[in-house]
């Protein structure tokens, strides 16, 4: 069982999106969700793909839930 703990860069890796520190800032300056009842999956930014990885993440506590749980409260600040 794999126990290692998700970063968020690596999340940013598996989202396909630039991983580098400065570009995750960026990231989360510009895409902003104003509304507590827009889920993170459903923000119209994200593929189909990426969606579906961030909502199987959360619904199904995968290990990925965690780094999944940061993101959307660092969307939602």
């Known amino acids: 069982m794999d126990t290692s703990t998700h970063t968020f860069s690596a999340l940013f890796e598996q989202l396909g999106l630039a991983s580098d520190k400065e570009s995750i800032e960026q ?3 510009t ?3 104003f ?3 827009i889920p993170l999956h459903a923000a119209s930014y ?3 793909a990426q969606s579906e990885f961030l909502r199987e993440a959360i619904s199904s506590d995968s290990d ?4 999944v749980d940061e993101l ?3 969307l939602h600040a």
Do not use: K, T
């Not at 990925?64 to 780094?67: S, T």
């Open 31 to 33: 895409h902003q969700l």
């Open 64 to 67: 990925w839930a965690e780094v």
């Open 27 to 29: 990231f989360i300056r």
């Open 72 to 74: 959307n409260n660092s």
């Open 46 to 48: 994200w593929s189909e």
């Open 35 to 37: 509304s507590d009842e």
